[in-house]
C-alpha cells in the first residue's frame, strides 16, 4: 500500500547521486580537474548540513513551552539528539571534501595552493572590497599571486572557510577599514602613489585580515612568492594609521 502523498517531493538516492555525477560532468568539460570538482561539491553538501545543523539548534532553543514541562523536555531531548548526530555529519563532510582534493603529500599541513582555492578567495574578496571602494584601473597584476600568498599561510581546512573569515573580519573592522580605503583606495589623493598600489586590489582584503591575525606567516609566503616588499609595508602603514 502506498504511502498517502502529502505534495511534497522529495529527492531520492539515486537522484541525488545522478544530479552529482552530472554536475562533475560538466565541471571536467570546462576544465575543473575532478579533485577540485569533487572538493567544490563535497563543500557545497558539507555547508548544507552544517546550516542544518545550525537550523536544528535554533528549533531546539523555541520549544513550545503551552504543551507542558514534559513535552518541552522530550522536545529539547529530540531536537538536541538531532543536532549532534547533524554536526557529526557535517564535520565528517568537511574533511571528506578536502581529503578529495588533491594533494602533493597528506602529512603536510599547508599543502600547494590550487587554482579553484585561488578562485574561490577571488568570489570573496570582490564584493567584501566593493562595500568599501570602487574598482579600480590600477589592480595590480600580480592580484592572483597575492591571493596565492595569503592562502599559503592556511591549511586546506582553512582555506575552505576562508571566505566566512573575511565576512567576519570585514564586518568586526568596517569603521577601520572604511577610513583606509577612503584615505588610501582609489579616489584618494594619493590614489596613484605606488607604496598603496595593492589597495587598488581586491586581494588587499585577504592581506590585511592575515596582516590582522597571521603578520608572520603572511610576510613568509610573501617573500618566498617574491612579491613587492613595498606593497606590504604600505598596507601596514595605512592599517595602523586607519586607527
Same mark, same amino acid.
Given at each position: 500500500?502506498?504511502?498517502?502523498?502529502?505534495?511534497?517531493?522529495?529527492?531520492?538516492?539515486?537522484?541525488?547521486?545522478?544530479?552529482?555525477?552530472?554536475?562533475?560532468?560538466?565541471?571536467?568539460?570546462?576544465?575543473?580537474?575532478?579533485?577540485?570538482?569533487?572538493?567544490?561539491?563535497?563543500?557545497?553538501?558539507?555547508?548544507?548540513?552544517?546550516?542544518?545543523?545550525?537550523?536544528?539548534?535554533?528549533?531546539?532553543?523555541?520549544?513550545?513551552?503551552?504543551?507542558?514541562?514534559?513535552?518541552?523536555?522530550?522536545?529539547?531531548?529530540?531536537?538536541?539528539?538531532?543536532?549532534?548526530?547533524?554536526?557529526?555529519?557535517? !564535520?565528517?563532510?568537511?574533511?571528506?571534501?578536502?581529503?578529495?582534493?588533491?594533494?602533493?603529500?597528506?602529512?603536510?599541513?599547508?599543502?600547494?595552493?590550487?587554482?579553484?582555492?585561488?578562485?574561490?578567495?577571488?568570489?570573496?574578496?570582490?564584493?567584501?572590497?566593493?562595500?568599501?571602494?570602487?574598482?579600480?584601473?590600477?589592480?595590480?597584476?600580480?592580484?592572483?599571486?597575492?591571493?596565492?600568498?595569503?592562502?599559503?599561510?592556511?591549511?586546506?581546512?582553512?582555506?575552505?572557510?576562508?571566505?566566512?573569515?573575511?565576512?567576519?573580519?570585514?564586518?568586526?573592522?568596517?569603521?577601520?577599514?572604511?577610513?583606509?580605503?577612503?584615505?588610501?583606495?582609489?579616489?584618494?589623493?594619493?590614489?596613484?602613489?605606488?607604496?598603496?598600489?595593492?589597495?587598488?586590489?581586491?586581494?588587499?582584503?585577504?592581506?590585511?585580515?592575515?596582516?590582522?591575525?597571521?603578520?608572520?606567516?603572511?610576510?613568509?609566503?610573501?617573500?618566498?612568492? !617574491?612579491?613587492?616588499?613595498?606593497?606590504? !609595508?604600505?598596507?601596514?602603514?595605512?592599517?595602523?594609521?586607519?586607527?
Amino acid at each position: 500500500m502506498e504511502a498517502a502523498d502529502d505534495g511534497r517531493q522529495q529527492l531520492d538516492t539515486a537522484s541525488v547521486v545522478n544530479a552529482k555525477r552530472t554536475l562533475l560532468e560538466l565541471l571536467g568539460r570546462a576544465g575543473v580537474f575532478a579533485g577540485d570538482a569533487e572538493e567544490l561539491i563535497g563543500l557545497i553538501e558539507a555547508g548544507a548540513l552544517a546550516l542544518a545543523h545550525e537550523e536544528i539548534g535554533r528549533i531546539a532553543r523555541n520549544a513550545p513551552g503551552e504543551k507542558g514541562e514534559l513535552y518541552e523536555s522530550g522536545w529539547l531531548d529530540g531536537t538536541q539528539a538531532l543536532a549532534g548526530e547533524l554536526g557529526e555529519l557535517a !564535520e565528517r563532510a568537511l574533511r571528506d571534501a578536502v581529503a578529495a582534493g588533491p594533494s602533493d603529500s597528506a602529512q603536510d599541513a599547508r599543502t600547494p595552493v590550487r587554482r579553484t582555492q585561488v578562485e574561490r578567495a577571488k568570489v570573496a574578496v570582490l564584493p567584501l572590497y566593493l562595500s568599501f571602494t570602487t574598482v579600480s584601473d590600477l589592480d595590480p597584476e600580480v592580484s592572483e599571486q597575492v591571493l596565492k600568498a595569503v592562502l599559503g599561510t592556511m591549511d586546506s581546512r582553512r582555506r575552505a572557510g576562508y571566505a566566512g573569515r573575511l565576512a567576519q573580519f570585514a564586518a568586526a573592522e568596517r569603521g577601520r577599514l572604511e577610513r583606509l580605503y577612503a584615505e588610501f583606495g582609489p579616489g584618494s589623493a594619493i590614489a596613484v602613489h605606488g607604496r598603496y598600489s595593492l589597495l587598488h586590489s581586491p586581494a588587499s582584503i585577504a592581506v590585511l585580515e592575515r596582516l590582522a591575525t597571521e603578520p608572520a606567516a603572511l610576510r613568509e609566503e610573501w617573500d618566498a612568492a !617574491e612579491l613587492p616588499p613595498a606593497w606590504l !609595508e604600505g598596507l601596514t602603514t595605512a592599517w595602523g594609521s586607519a586607527l
